[in-house]
């Protein structure tokens, strides 16, 4: 049988029973893990993951709800979600890691990478969701997340989910592009989708009053800059937020994927994994640096 394109499938327990299914391909001293945007599984990394873990242990994950891991009874809130990241990081090792985030997975791995600083060598924030953008507190803003809630799951019940929205991954590799299709447009991942999203208006309030405390890390901060046809408002407050966050950050970098919008990493994979290893390498010359004073 042809190894999958992610590598060995693995099990990460969390404190309460539950198991989180990863995968893992590579090998290094330093691991990157990967986190997936809001709702979605391992299986929107089939372009990075394999390019990273050419040159380093690279892991996917399936957080609570999605994919092959266990459903979470309690509210899946931004800390409930990080305190399962902690799980799987314990279950990888002692680290050191770069932790990569997509979307609602760029607050996630900076709640980790604040718990516990010393494991985590970097981040790359792939067009995160930022609570420095206005949009997200507006009132219309919350009119529009609860029509998505209800909206998605009506279109995953009747079968209009998978076609409409599996499109874009389907330019992975054949083996991830299948399970993308088959896990991530389910009754179930729709479901996990509205519960990250009800918790998603609950924590920006917080998040932007009291952001995670990442100190000197460095952090690289990807921004979609092509223009969309309907939402070019919303894109310009997006990436204008990303840029302060970046300016904002003492190890703070801003990089325009100016071919791509908020899937990055379909659209610019390369660019992904080059900033994932930026950090990798600039972690070990550190490292290798101090062990000769």
């Known amino acids: 049988m ?40 391992r299986s929107v990394w089939g372009l990075v993951q394999p390019l990273v873990a050419a040159r380093t ?63 985590v060598r970097g981040l790359v924030l792939v067009d995160p969701t930022d609570e420095r953008c206005e949009l997200y507190f507006a009132r219309a803003a919350r009119r529009r997340f609860a029509l998505t809630r209800r909206l998605v799951a009506a279109m995953a019940r009747t079968g209009l989910y998978r076609p409409m929205a599996a499109r874009p991954g389907m330019v992975q590799p054949p ?15 729709a479901r996990t989708m509205a519960a990250e999203l009800k918790c998603l208006l609950e924590d920006l309030g ?30 310009a407050a997006v990436t204008d937020a990303h840029r302060r966050t970046a300016d904002a950050l003492p190890n703070g970098r801003l990089v325009p994927a100016q071919a791509s919008g908020h899937l990055v990493m379909f659209t610019e994979p390369e660019l992904i994994a080059a900033e994932a290893l930026r950090l990798v390498y600039t972690a070990a010359r550190v490292e290798a640096e101090a062990s000769r004073r």
């Open 206 to 235: 917080p998040l932007r009053a009291e952001p995670p405390s990442l100190g000197d890390l460095p952090v690289t901060v990807i921004s979609g800059t092509a223009p969309a046809r309907f939402d070019r408002g919303v894109r």
């Open 57 to 119: 242990r690279a892991v996917v994950y399936d957080r609570a709800g999605t994919g092959r891991s266990d459903d979470d009874p309690e509210p899946l809130t931004l800390g409930r979600m990080a305190a399962d990241l902690d799980a799987l990081l314990r279950a990888l090792g002692d680290g050191p890691f770069v932790l990569v985030g997509h979307s609602w997975g760029g607050p996630l791995v900076r709640a980790a990478a604040a718990a516990e600083p010393d494991r």
């Open 2 to 41: 042809a190894e999958h394109s992610y590598g060995e499938s693995g099990w990460a327990g969390t404190g309460d029973g539950r198991r989180l299914h990863y995968m893992t391909r590579g090998e290094g001293e330093t691991t990157v893990v990967f986190a997936s945007g809001m709702g979605l599984s």
């Open 175 to 189: 083996d991830v592009a299948a399970e993308h299709r088959a896990e991530d447009f389910t009754v179930r991942a």
